[in-house]
């Protein structure tokens, strides 16, 4: 099958489109042949290298899958050849206390497909334990199915798992052009929220108010806590959903109301900030981390998304063997949802 892999870290042009051998399934895994892959900052990162951390290589990047079912393995029960499906990108034993009790995310075995342990689905097919296919209704395409697992189940965790969002409250979204951006503005109006949406053009701001934002602030030419102290009367927001890091995070956690929650998933700015600690407990603020979400979250965001209720927005799509266009184009910030690559 045709694949792109890197066999060392660096630069877009580490990525080699190039014939690898067709994964063989397990007893309960199943391959799918891939229709539509999304990209992720996750691919980016394992491509550059983690500090301190090792991955085996020659890799295969990407989490965020669909295609259609072409084996299953002699212990799989449900799954049928031919059958659409999207696939869950979190990998877990699905045997510890965390697992058991739906939890699958804090597994200590946790990760995400496409990081270490499994290939991901930059290639024509992908093995996955038979748990992470989610059958999709014909009327939802490959590339939408792709672009909704990961970023949506984050937002979801955050939203409504850790910051336990509430009809009424005002969200504070940042970068408002990223997969996460984009499904945390509709999830907050979705619960009943008031959203103030970031981002550094005035075309995403535009995109993300026919998203739902409610009220949008210009990072590159407006001052974000301050228009968030104009835009509230100077009350402050209840949530912050961000994953940005050093750039912000500051301005964020001043921008809450007292008794608010910032919520945070990522580091694509740094990941070193200042924080006075008299400011955190005296306005009795929450700082809550987040990672994914469970495959239960999951399927609870997926309702909507099949009601048409939740909608990714992609950018444009590439052919697979255009990835590190499509990588590069990701590095550049110039897109607004999310990127999809076709094998």
């Given at each position: ?42 691919d980016l990162w394992l491509r550059r290298g983690l500090p301190g951390r090792s991955i085996p290589l020659p890799r295969i990047v990407g989490s965020d899958i ?183 995070f500051e301005k964020c956690l001043l921008s809450l109301t007292p008794g608010g929650r910032l919520v945070t998933c990522g580091v694509t700015s740094g990941y ?72």
């Amino acid at each position: 099958m045709k694949a792109v892999r890197f066999h060392e870290h660096g630069g877009v042009d580490v990525l080699r489109y190039e014939d690898v051998p067709e994964p063989k399934v397990g007893p309960t895994e199943v391959l799918v042949r891939v229709r539509a892959c999304a990209l992720n900052h996750l691919d980016l990162w394992l491509r550059r290298g983690l500090p301190g951390r090792s991955i085996p290589l020659p890799r295969i990047v990407g989490s965020d899958i669909a295609g259609e079912v072409a084996e299953v393995g002699s212990a799989v029960t449900r799954a049928k050849v031919g059958e659409r499906v999207l696939i869950s990108p979190g990998l877990s034993c699905g045997q510890c206390p965390a697992c058991l009790n739906g939890r699958d995310n804090f597994c200590p075995d946790y990760e995400v497909i496409g990081s270490s342990r499994s290939d991901g689905g930059y290639a024509e097919y992908v093995k996955v334990p038979e748990v992470n296919i989610v059958p999709i209704p014909d009327p939802i395409s490959f590339e939408e199915a792709a672009a909704f697992p990961l970023v949506f189940l984050t937002a979801w965790h955050m939203l409504v798992t850790r910051a336990g969002v509430r009809p009424g409250e005002t969200v504070l979204v940042i970068a408002a052009g990223s997969g996460v951006g984009m499904a945390a503005i509709q999830i907050a109006k979705l619960f009943g929220a008031r959203v103030l949406a970031t981002a550094g053009t005035d075309a995403k701001l535009q995109k993300a108010k026919e998203l739902g934002a409610d009220e949008v602030i210009n990072h590159s030419t407006q001052d974000l806590l301050q228009e968030v102290k104009r835009l509230t009367d100077r009350r402050g927001v209840d949530i912050v959903i961000e994953h940005v890091g050093t750039a912000v995070f500051e301005k964020c956690l001043l921008s809450l109301t007292p008794g608010g929650r910032l919520v945070t998933c990522g580091v694509t700015s740094g990941y070193e900030t200042r924080l006075d600690i008299r400011y955190l407990f005296s306005r009795q603020l929450s700082l809550l981390g987040s990672f994914m979400g469970s495959k239960g979250e999951l399927l609870e965001a997926f309702t909507f998304f099949v009601q048409g209720r939740l909608k990714p927005v992609i950018d444009r799509t590439f052919p697979l063997q255009e990835a590190a266009a499509a990588q590069r184009l990701m590095e550049e910030r110039a897109h607004f949802g999310k990127i999809v690559l076709l094998p």
